[in-house]
């Protein structure tokens, strides 16, 4: 039977059309009558054959998205599943993690999959100060076109915060950006042109490996060590063929978390002069650490091959959409004019706010506190993780970010578990979507960023028993568990 035979309306009730549909729909989710996945029909069908207007149907479905029970996808339809990490098709058809997307939050879910940070940590009062600062001293100003290098001030003002990081840079090196996500996007149509070869960690962030593949780049994968990738598995790629850029995660690397030693650095900063490559960094979380502060490649002496782009979206919050990069005297034409073509420039009065809380110190009395806050949650996840040793899972504690990336014990696969945990409402983030190619099934990236302590406590306690039922229960585990 199809879902809208099931829906019943009588407009003889006090509630309103959209509620008995809203409520209805949670029924059957609840009851397992409509599955994960399931696509629920057209708003056009479902409103005809209720005979209601169409409005009352999108206020059913938007009503689902907000508890967390429905997600859509822009020009496909509207899903039954949960929020904050889905399975996203990408145009190739392959399956992608969307961690990003904005989903509205059910209350329902515990969220490992998600590394973003919890909204009650944003700093809210401090901004409401500062936004009326702002609008008294800047009015009108504030809201003109900005110059697309960006806000002149707050560029010298990161340039000081990284000086105070021992990075030695100029502010005219320095382009404010919409977000990390763009500043991946503005240099790959730069310096990406259809076929060149670029190189990525294994395993990486899918969305920069999406960026590259936008621009027709021929993508290769070389397998990270504890202390970075593989130097004599690049050096072979390299003699092999040249490659135009290499994207890495040098700090609290996504997912992994692991930190590059110097050594490493030094070794690809040597190898990018002598084949001559580009080296982008992607700092998303440096200032997230428990222990020392990891270091950049800017650190590690001049070069004019390495692009750092500096989000702000994991420290801080990500719907501000604020980044930057300090790019190389060579780029900084060819770059800048990509930012123009991309959004003229990055929302002005954002950039005087951010400046004014990076020159009042409240980014480090910020970063302080989350620094607190997440070491907290760090040491009970792997207190919990520790005491679950003897199910067979493997994992280091991070020094830094905001994740745990778990081996599995063997004969378990992860989208086997995250299929099982999201029936328990536990969310986690199969480790095969941070590949490019033959993904490895064993990991699973727990992410404590957006859990309390009760979470993280009984969504662990969800995976221990899937992990040792499935066992008890001596299940096949090449064999899907559903
Ligand atoms: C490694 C990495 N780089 C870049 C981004 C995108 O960051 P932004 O929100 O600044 O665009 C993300 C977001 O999850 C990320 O994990």
Known sequence: MNIEDLIKIDRKRDEP????????????????????????????????????????????????????????????????????????????????????????????????????????????????????????????????YQESMGYRPLRESLARLLSEEGIKVNSRNILVISGAQQGLDIISKVLIEQGDNVLVERPTYAGAIAVFKSRGASISEVPLTEDGINIPYLEELLKKQSIRMLYVMPEFQNPTGICYSDEVKKEILRLSKEYRFFIVEDDFTSDIYYENRPSSFLSCGHSDNVIFIKSFSKVFMPGLRLAFMVLPDMLLDSIQAAKYTSDIATSGFFQRVLQLFLDKGLWRKHTEMLRAVYRARRDLMAECLNQMRDTGIMFNVPDGGLNFWLTLPEGFK????????????????????????????????LGFASTDEEEIKNGLKVIRKILTVSENKNFSHSEPLL
Do not use: C, W
Not at 424 to 443: M, R
């Open 17 to 144: 059309l959209y509620m008995q549909v809203y409520l209805q729909i949670k029924g059957m989710v609840e009851k397992g009558i409509i599955k994960e996945g399931a696509k629920l029909p057209t708003i056009r069908k479902l409103s005809k054959s209720l005979g209601v207007n169409s409005v009352t149907i999108v206020n059913a479905y938007h009503m689902l998205e907000e508890k967390g029970l429905a997600y859509s996808i822009v020009g496909s339809g509207t899903y039954i599943g949960a929020d904050g990490f889905r399975l996203d098709l990408s145009s190739d058809g392959e399956l992608e993690p969307a961690e990003n997307t904005y989903i509205p939050a059910g209350d329902e879910y515990i969220n490992f999959a998600s590394s973003n940070p919890s909204h009650e940590l944003f700093p809210v009062e401090e901004f409401k100060g500062i936004f009326a600062e702002v609008l008294d001293r800047d009015g009108g100003l504030a809201f003109t």
């Open 414 to 445: 992860d989208k086997q578990i995250y299929d099982e945990a999201i029936k328990e409402k536990v969310i986690v983030a199969p480790g095969s979507f941070f590949y490019l190619d033959s993904p490895e099934q064993k990991h699973l990236r």
